[in-house]
């Protein structure tokens, strides 16, 4: 299955025999370009339990990866995996945080050759992305919602941006319609899970190979 090249990578998965015995194997990635022994994490709900020697108690299943960065050859330049790390990687970004602050990200909103910058509260709780009212530019125009009412913490949303918006991060960038509505003066915006989605955000406490 080596290859430095492959789309094909490895998923780790439990064999159900051995869940009926009370031991549960953790599910991992593994790239193709890994050339380490495979090693398994599990454990038991009821230790302890004795394994007898040569049992098969994990597989591997070939699958062809879906991330968007996977979706081509590895490049000659980029890394290897090789035998560091355990588990998989690869373009993805993942920032740390300290939830004693709130999670805000600067970002700039772009229409045209207009552009504004605004520091935005990450919110996994809200569907849609939402920009104080008091911060949207007045030539940026506005139409009601097509479809349905939306309804954030007991208000209604009643403007939706008319064009799509560019959203400029630092490290990427997306396209999406804005929902304009009254927020506290001190929060510019919520950016909700239609924009973090295309992001690739993930909510994580694992750490990661480098």
């Keep these: 299955m080596y290859s430095v090249k492959s789309l094909i990578e490895g998923l780790l998965l439990g064999r159900s025999s051995m869940s ?60 290897q995996r090789m035998d560091e790390g355990f588990g998989s990687t690869g373009h993805d970004v993942f920032f740390t945080l300290d939830l004693k602050n709130r999670p805000i990200r600067t970002m700039q909103l772009q229409r045209g050759s207009h552009q504004i910058r605004l520091k935005q509260l990450l919110d996994t709780g809200s569907d849609i992305s939402i920009i104080n009212q008091l911060y949207w530019p007045p030539d940026w125009p506005l139409q009601a919602p097509s479809n349905h009412v939306i309804r954030v913490g007991g208000m ?22 804005l929902h304009i509505m009254p927020l506290h003066v001190e929060l510019p915006g919520l950016l909700g899970r239609d924009v973090l989605s295309q992001l690739g955000l993930v909510l994580t406490t694992d750490q990661h190979f480098s």
């Design 156 to 177: 209604t949303v009643s403007a939706i941006s008319t064009d799509p918006i560019r959203i400029i991060f630092k490290n990427g960038r997306v396209v999406a319609r």
């Design 20 to 79: 009926k015995r009370g031991v549960i194997v953790i599910p991992g990635l593994i790239d193709a370009d890994f050339t380490r022994q495979v090693q398994i994490l599990a454990y038991a709900l009821q230790p302890p339990v004795t394994i007898p020697k040569g049992s098969r108690i994990a597989q591997i299943v070939a699958l062809e990866s879906f991330m968007p960065h996977c979706q081509r050859p590895r490049e000659p330049r980029e890394k």
